[in-house]
């Protein structure tokens, strides 16, 4: 597929926009600049505000406050019928008194295009989708990938500036999810179209994004490209949901540069990850991925913890040691199976150790952690 | 499950509440049926040698023919049009913030519980030939074209069943999904164009049923024809007129002209059920469709538009209240306050004892048969049980004048003489309501599933047992609020009860509509507005003490 003819994909600006309903602030002040044809990703817990924010991008939601432009051109007074975005729901909003073809050609009608062309448009949206040959077929008997791709068709068919998507691969099994997954970055890169997606998944969101914005509690926490949210977090908060993490309380010292953290438990831990210039008092996280565990019979050294494992868990090609270290929580550890240090029992005393690179530190003052 | 694989053989506790069930559809439903069936070939004089002679001369000579005509275009034109002002009705209430919106459902829920042919001498009250309105407009020089006859008729038939395709409308408009809508106004719909082509046609089963409703309903009710029709003739009120003729009547063609009714009324049922089944699609609410903000002159647009028509359609009630504390002259109602009404009505305490009566003990019987055979429906398999399934379906589609005949025939002589006591009004009254209950038991078993009864055997409680201290509990908000509807429809029921009614039996409706055959509009309102109290005391206690809304209705 090459020109895309009505319009072209545009971008989608956001300052300050926020929106309220009643006491309850969905979207607090959020700016984003998202690029033509880029992937952007919305990522966040359950209830942060990512449907609120794409719904009022599709004109469902008008805003409290700030302003949403769309190829440069504000649309605040646009109604959602003449935005020009294609949605794609997370519960599909197939329509199931249509067949395949009455649901991609819903939009065109609106649209002028009819007869010929209409069938045409319809022919060639659905060969993208794959699913040329079911034009006939009601929703009713069709499987749900395949209704998640007529919904997604039928966005695609009025040719849309901006593709919206909340949550499309949710209701899906994790073997389909995976599979329309990759088929749905090909597609988006194929066409080039700005596409804002909605998910709470963050594996999701890494392997498809250009770009992620982490959301909690309706705020924007942190704009960048998956490298960036995952390894490089701006927050707790974002180290905490993206990825699986050991956070821990300290007080960081030390000179400049690299910070030596003490722990609550007198441990003391060296950090050159992000934030490492931070000083007093600190959170410290690592990735469970990034500790090393041994047998350890003597006292701890400098830069080790030393503790209890508490359990084992075998999930074939890693073992998971949750191990107890004097803190309030267990250390999670992962470790390949097949290593020497795959194969420790439960209650043995271990040292683990993390590379001071991989350690990231935090402001103390983000005291509500949720685990 | 326990059940699957028993033999019908076998005495169990549900093996015998299904042979019961199907006794008393065999009893009650059956039976009846079959006798009228019969009587309408048996008619004496004539030639005599041929069975389907009443119906060979009903198809042939006008007189007959013609009032079936007449009473399947009027009864069509009323389901049109109160299909076209109620699905609009419905979707404003549903979508639009009009103000005062709850007084508009209680509106139109008493409405809904208000007996029928009410409606018919209310409007002569305002708009006959010595009607209150009649009058003003006269004053200032307009006339009104004449309220009887057809006009009259449909303007009754489409006003007292808007509440039909309300409630019905309402109840399809909360399935529909809000992100269905939102899909097709993201595909460049306007909110008017998205409700034409997605939302009417996701609702479309809804609105069948209630149109459906509202044609059966039409063609059954013979009062309003009798009262407002003049001299227009329609088939259920020839019905009544030739059973209860003073002359002896004539069972033969009185019960021809029921069949000929059942078959139109059970043809329109089984053509809507295979409708609906071809045109519902399952679909799963996760959201339901949210109100819509409106601009201030379309929600003016909108507001007026419903106050107009629920103003229209309680009127009557309103005109019925209003008059009985005014003083009567015959067909005229005066502008003198009076309580005066209320102590002439001489009949009323006794019809009001009655009523009360007969509804409550009808309404024990439904709501303790309806739980069982409701039970057995969802929970049981079997040949017997699918008969049972289809026999519920029937008593929908049977007129109440038509089902009234059928037992009358059936019970009213020998062997049984039950004619003219409390047990056959008991009968007529179980076998119309039942499928009702059932269906709200039903209804609400399906949802529950069949897990916490199963649990309660496997610990070792037999199947009755389980049944009334696991499964009743469970279906209990389902059993009150089915028993409260059951006794307002069952105190507002005249079609049936007129045909077996006698003088110790006389119910409120009935009174009514003597009074108001006989000219005394000032009484026929004192005995409406107390059978209007009566019926809304139950409603009441449905809204305000159980919680419900007027979603509990259908
Ligand atoms: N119509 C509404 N009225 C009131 N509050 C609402 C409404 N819609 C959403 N909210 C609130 O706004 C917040 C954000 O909701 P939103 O649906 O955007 O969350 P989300 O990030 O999409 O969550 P999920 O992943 O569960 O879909 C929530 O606290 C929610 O309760
Ligand atoms: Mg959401």
Redesign the interface.
């Known amino acids: 597929m090459t020109a895309r003819s009505e319009s072209t994909t545009a971008g989608v600006d956001l300052a300050d926009v926020s929106v309220r309903f009643g006491d309850v602030v969905a979207v607090d002040r959020a700016t984003l600049a998202i690029a033509g044809g880029e992937f952007f990703t919305l990522l966040g817990p359950s209830g942060c505000g990512k449907t609120t924010l794409l719904r009022a991008v599709a004109g469902f939601h008008r805003q409290s406050g700030g302003t949403i432009r769309i190829g440069g051109t504000p649309v605040d007074d646009v109604p959602a019928w003449r935005r020009d975005t294609g949605m794609v729901f997370q519960n599909y909003a197939i329509f199931p008194h249509l067949d395949v073809r009455g649901n991609v050609a819903y939009g065109l009608a609106s649209r002028g295009v009819k007869g010929a062309e209409a069938e045409a448009r319809v022919a060639e949206t659905l060969a993208m989708v794959d699913l040329d040959g079911l034009e006939e077929r009601m929703p009713a008997q069709l499987s749900g990938g395949q209704q998640q791709r007529v919904v997604i068709a039928r966005a695609l068919a009025v040719r849309p500036r901006v593709l919206l998507m909340d949550e499309p691969l949710a209701n899906l099994d994790a073997k389909l999810r995976v599979r329309l997954r990759n088929d749905l970055r090909q597609l988006q890169r194929r066409l080039g179209i700005t596409t804002v997606y909605v998910t709470h998944d963050q594996e999701e969101a890494l392997c498809l994004s250009d770009r992620i914005a982490v959301m909690s509690g309706g705020r924007i926490l942190q704009v960048g490209t998956p490298e960036d949210v995952y390894a490089r977090p701006a927050a707790l908060r974002v180290a905490e949901f993206i990825g699986e993490g050991n956070f821990l309380r300290g007080t960081a010292g030390g000179a400049d540069g690299a910070a030596e953290v003490t722990l609550r438990n007198g441990a003391r831990l060296h950090a050159a990850g992000p934030g490492e210039r931070l000083r007093g008092e600190v959170w410290l996280g690592f990735r469970p991925q990034d500790v090393a565990v041994r047998a350890a019979d003597a006292a701890s050294g400098r830069g080790e913890l030393t503790g209890t494992l508490r359990s084992r868990t075998y999930s074939g090609a890693q073992v998971r040691y949750d191990i107890d270290c004097g803190f309030e929580r267990l250390v999670a550890a992962h470790v390949p199976s097949a290593s020497a240090a795959g194969s420790l029992r439960e209650g043995a005393t271990v040292a683990l150790t993390v590379p001071p690179a991989q350690v990231m530190l935090f402001p103390g003052q983000d005291e509500d952690v949720e685990l | 499950m326990t059940a699957r694989g028993s033999t019908p053989l076998r005495i169990d506790f549900w093996n015998v509440v299904t042979l019961a069930a199907l006794a008393v559809f065999v009893l009650f439903l059956v039976y009846p049926l079959s006798r009228l069936l019969i009587s309408s070939m048996t008619g004496e004089g004539g030639g005599g040698s041929a069975v389907l002679r009443t119906y060979v001369e009903f198809f042939t000579r006008r007189y007959y023919y013609e009032t079936l005509i007449h009473s399947l275009a009027v009864s069509a034109i009323a389901t049109v049009l109160a299909t076209l002002l109620g699905a609009p009705l419905a979707y404003c209430v549903a979508r639009f913030d009009i103000p005062g919106k709850l007084l508009v459902r209680a509106v139109i829920v008493l409405t809904f519980v208000s007996p029928p042919f009410i409606g018919a001498y209310a409007w002569i009250l305002l708009i006959g030939r010595n009607g209150v309105i009649t009058g003003w407009l006269a004053a200032l020089g307009f006339e009104l074209p004449p309220v009887y006859g057809v006009n009259g008729i449909v303007l009754v038939f489409t006003l007292q069943a808007l509440p039909f395709v309300f409630l019905l409308v309402s109840a399809g408009l909360r399935t529909v999904?809000q992100?269905?809508e939102?899909?097709?106004?993201?595909?460049?719909?306007?909110?008017a164009?998205a409700a034409l082509?997605?939302l009417a046609?996701?609702i479309?089963p809804s609105l069948a049923t209630g149109a459906l409703l509202v044609f059966v309903t039409s063609l059954s009710d013979f009062g309003t024809p009798m009262i407002i029709g003049e001299n227009y003739r329609m088939l259920a009120s020839q019905i009544y007129t030739e059973f209860v003729n003073e002359h002896g009547g004539n069972p033969a063609v009185a019960s021809a002209l029921s069949l000929i009714l059942l078959v139109v009324t059970v043809g329109a049922l089984l053509w809507q059920r295979a409708w609906v089944r071809r045109?519902s699609?399952?679909?799963?609410t996760?959201r339901p469709l949210a109100p819509r903000a409106l601009s201030p002159l379309a929600r003016a647009g909108a507001t007026a538009y419903v106050y107009a028509v629920v103003l229209a359609a309680s009127l009557p009630l309103a005109t019925i209240v209003v008059s009985s504390f005014l003083k009567g002259k015959g067909p005229l109602i005066t502008s003198e306050f009076t309580l005066q009404g209320y102590a002439n009505a001489i009949r009323l305490p006794s019809a009001l004892y009655n009523t009360v009566m007969l509804s409550t003990v009808s309404t024990v019987l439904c709501v303790a048969a309806g739980a069982l055979v409701g039970y057995v429906v969802v929970r049981r398999r079997g040949r017997l049980v699918a008969m049972i399934d289809t026999f519920s379906m029937v008593p929908y589609a049977v007129a109440g004048v038509v089902m009234g005949i059928a037992i009358a025939i059936a019970y009213g002589g020998a062997p049984f003489h039950l004619g003219g006591t409390v047990a056959i009004l008991v009968i007529v009254y179980f076998i119309r309501r039942l499928p009702y209950s059932i269906r709200s038991v039903a209804g609400m078993l399906g949802q529950i599933g069949p897990q916490a009864e199963e649990a309660s055997v496997n610990l070792g409680v037999p199947p009755g047992r389980t049944f009334l201290r696991v499964t009743v509990p469970m279906v209990m908000p389902a059993l009150v609020s089915g028993a409260l509807l059951t006794f307002a429809t069952i105190a507002r029921e005249f079609n049936s009860t007129v045909i077996l009614y006698s003088g110790s039996t006389r119910t409120l409706p009935v009174e009514v509509f003597a009074q108001v055959l006989q000219g005394d509009f000032a009484t026929a309102s004192v005995v409406g507005t107390v059978l209007i109290a009566v019926s809304l005391v139950p409603i009441v206690l449905l809204f305000r003490f159980l919680q419900k809304d007027e979603s509990v209705l259908v």
């Open positions: 999904d992100s269905i939102d899909a097709a106004i993201n595909l460049g719909r306007r909110p164009s082509t997605v046609p996701l479309a045109h699609h399952g679909q799963e996760v």
